[in-house]
Protein backbone atom coordinates (compact mmCIF):
# COMPACT_ATOMS: atom_id res chain seq x y z
CA UNK A 1 0.00 0.00 0.00
CA UNK A 2 0.98 3.95 -0.77
CA UNK A 3 0.92 6.05 2.33
CA UNK A 4 0.86 9.42 1.50
CA UNK A 5 3.96 10.37 3.64
CA UNK A 6 5.69 8.82 0.78
CA UNK A 7 4.11 11.18 -2.00
CA UNK A 8 5.01 14.51 -0.38
CA UNK A 9 6.99 16.93 -2.72
CA UNK A 10 7.12 14.95 -5.64
CA UNK A 11 4.76 17.06 -7.52
CA UNK A 12 7.52 20.01 -7.25
CA UNK A 13 10.28 17.45 -8.49
CA UNK A 14 8.05 16.35 -11.25
CA UNK A 15 7.67 19.96 -12.09
CA UNK A 16 11.23 20.87 -12.05
CA UNK A 17 12.31 17.55 -14.10
CA UNK A 18 9.90 18.62 -16.56
CA UNK A 19 9.25 22.71 -16.55
CA UNK A 20 13.38 23.14 -17.39
CA UNK A 21 13.49 21.03 -20.55
CA UNK A 22 9.79 22.55 -21.88
CA UNK A 23 11.44 26.39 -21.40
CA UNK A 24 14.41 25.23 -23.18
CA UNK A 25 12.45 23.83 -26.15
CA UNK A 26 10.05 26.83 -26.16
CA UNK A 27 13.17 29.75 -26.02
CA UNK A 28 14.83 27.98 -28.98
CA UNK A 29 11.93 27.73 -30.87
CA UNK A 30 10.99 31.31 -30.44
CA UNK A 31 14.77 32.37 -31.10
CA UNK A 32 14.55 30.69 -33.97
CA UNK A 33 11.08 31.82 -35.65
CA UNK A 34 12.57 35.22 -34.71
CA UNK A 35 15.71 34.93 -36.82
CA UNK A 36 14.20 33.88 -39.27
CA UNK A 37 11.49 36.45 -40.16
CA UNK A 38 14.18 38.77 -39.60
CA UNK A 39 16.36 36.78 -42.19
CA UNK A 40 12.95 37.27 -44.57
CA UNK A 41 12.96 40.82 -43.73
CA UNK A 42 16.10 41.66 -44.42
CA UNK A 43 16.16 40.00 -47.93
CA UNK A 44 12.47 41.58 -48.82
CA UNK A 45 14.09 44.97 -47.66
CA UNK A 46 17.03 44.58 -49.82
CA UNK A 47 14.86 43.46 -52.94
CA UNK A 48 12.75 46.09 -52.70
CA UNK A 49 15.94 49.03 -52.37
CA UNK A 50 17.97 47.31 -54.82
CA UNK A 51 14.79 47.34 -57.42
CA UNK A 52 13.93 51.01 -56.04
CA UNK A 53 17.03 52.60 -57.00
CA UNK A 54 17.10 50.87 -60.71
CA UNK A 55 14.39 52.90 -61.36
CA UNK A 56 15.63 55.68 -64.11
CA UNK A 57 15.30 58.57 -61.68
CA UNK A 58 16.54 57.31 -58.44
CA UNK A 59 20.17 57.23 -57.11
CA UNK A 60 21.60 54.42 -54.74
CA UNK A 61 21.58 56.34 -51.60
CA UNK A 62 17.71 56.43 -51.99
CA UNK A 63 17.41 52.71 -52.36
CA UNK A 64 19.88 52.33 -49.51
CA UNK A 65 17.30 54.58 -47.32
CA UNK A 66 14.39 52.73 -48.95
CA UNK A 67 15.62 49.46 -47.34
CA UNK A 68 17.29 51.13 -43.92
CA UNK A 69 13.31 52.51 -43.74
CA UNK A 70 11.59 48.91 -44.51
CA UNK A 71 13.86 47.16 -42.35
CA UNK A 72 13.08 49.25 -39.52
CA UNK A 73 9.11 49.74 -40.32
CA UNK A 74 9.42 45.87 -40.04
CA UNK A 75 11.92 45.18 -36.88
CA UNK A 76 11.91 48.54 -35.27
CA UNK A 77 14.10 51.52 -35.31
CA UNK A 78 16.78 49.63 -33.08
CA UNK A 79 17.92 47.50 -35.45
CA UNK A 80 20.93 48.75 -36.87
CA UNK A 81 21.05 47.35 -40.82
CA UNK A 82 24.09 48.04 -43.08
CA UNK A 83 23.10 48.51 -46.53
CA UNK A 84 25.92 48.88 -49.12
CA UNK A 85 25.22 49.66 -53.12
CA UNK A 86 27.64 49.20 -55.53
CA UNK A 87 26.84 49.74 -59.58
CA UNK A 88 28.55 47.24 -61.96
CA UNK A 89 28.14 48.56 -66.02
CA UNK A 90 28.35 45.68 -68.58
CA UNK A 91 28.36 46.88 -72.30
CA UNK A 92 24.82 49.59 -72.17
CA UNK A 93 24.03 47.55 -69.25
CA UNK A 94 24.10 48.67 -65.66
CA UNK A 95 23.93 46.48 -62.21
CA UNK A 96 22.84 47.11 -58.81
CA UNK A 97 23.73 44.69 -56.08
CA UNK A 98 22.71 45.74 -52.45
CA UNK A 99 23.99 43.61 -50.14
CA UNK A 100 22.73 44.58 -46.56
CA UNK A 101 24.22 42.84 -43.22
CA UNK A 102 22.37 42.96 -40.13
CA UNK A 103 23.31 42.37 -36.10
CA UNK A 104 21.17 40.04 -34.54
CA UNK A 105 21.72 38.91 -30.88
CA UNK A 106 18.73 35.89 -30.59
CA UNK A 107 20.95 33.31 -32.13
CA UNK A 108 23.83 32.54 -30.39
CA UNK A 109 26.79 31.69 -32.60
CA UNK A 110 25.23 33.47 -35.31
CA UNK A 111 24.96 36.97 -34.88
CA UNK A 112 24.74 38.63 -38.40
CA UNK A 113 22.00 38.18 -40.98
CA UNK A 114 22.97 38.43 -44.39
CA UNK A 115 20.76 39.29 -47.59
CA UNK A 116 22.18 40.40 -51.44
CA UNK A 117 19.93 41.11 -54.34
CA UNK A 118 20.81 42.64 -58.04
CA UNK A 119 18.77 44.31 -59.87
CA UNK A 120 19.34 46.00 -64.00
CA UNK A 121 19.04 49.59 -64.16
CA UNK A 122 16.02 51.27 -66.51
CA UNK A 123 17.61 52.81 -69.70
CA UNK A 124 17.04 56.14 -69.40
CA UNK A 125 15.88 58.05 -73.11
Not at 6 to 26: C, N
Not at 103 to 121: E, F, H, I
Amino acid sequence: MWSASKELGSAVTDFVLVAFPMLAIFSSTLAITLGSYAQVVLLDATIEGARYSALADQSISSGVTKTKQLVAASLGPAAAVQVEGVVSKIGTTESIQFVSKLALALVPGQSLLKASSVATREAEY
